[in-house]
């Protein structure tokens, strides 16, 4: 179910995230200057076979590493699933966590949703209920709908203390996040 949400929305972020210039040679020219979405664009490509370029996951993990290191979010999500599912590099979980948490600590739903389930499973990073009642809750808030049913799930498993600890967590990084995110736009860089 993750794996299939993460399709839908990297081919909504492929589609959103694509510059025109994306189908000539500027795309490895900017790419190569340093241009993090140019980067993200490049290795789409290689990943999946197009705008001329052939299907090359080492060359398009490589690309993907560059822009996500460069604080590009697609990128950074990308990192993560990929990490996740193991497909074009070694299957790492604690990688994956790390690059998913990255992306939800700029609010973006689906990776609060993902760090949640690690936490839940203990797949990545150690099992804590608590830590994935706070993640489910932060999803929900940032737009994820399908995170609320799991929210309250693990509230009822909460006592009266971890379930405070935990309302408190989420606020603060609730705030936290919103304080970053009107930095950024502020700064003029809303597009990463």
Known sequence: MRLSKFLMSSVLVAMLTTPAWAEDNTVRKMAEMGN?????????????????????????????????NGGYMPA?????????????????LAQAFKWYKTVANQGEGAAAYNVAVMYESGEGVAKDPQQAYVWYSIAGI?????????ANALASTLDATQLEQADNTVISTVNSINARMRERVSNGSVAQ
């Open 76 to 92: 950074q999500f990308t990192m993560g699933t990929l990490y996740d599912t193991g497909e074009g590099v070694k299957r790492d």
């Open 142 to 150: 940032m737009g994820y709908k399908d995170a609320s049913p799991f």
């Open 36 to 68: 993090h979405q140019a980067q993200f664009t490049l290795a789409e490509q290689y990943f999946h076979g197009r705008d001329g370029q052939p299907r090359n996951h080492q060359e398009a993990f490589s690309w993907y590493q560059k822009a996500a």
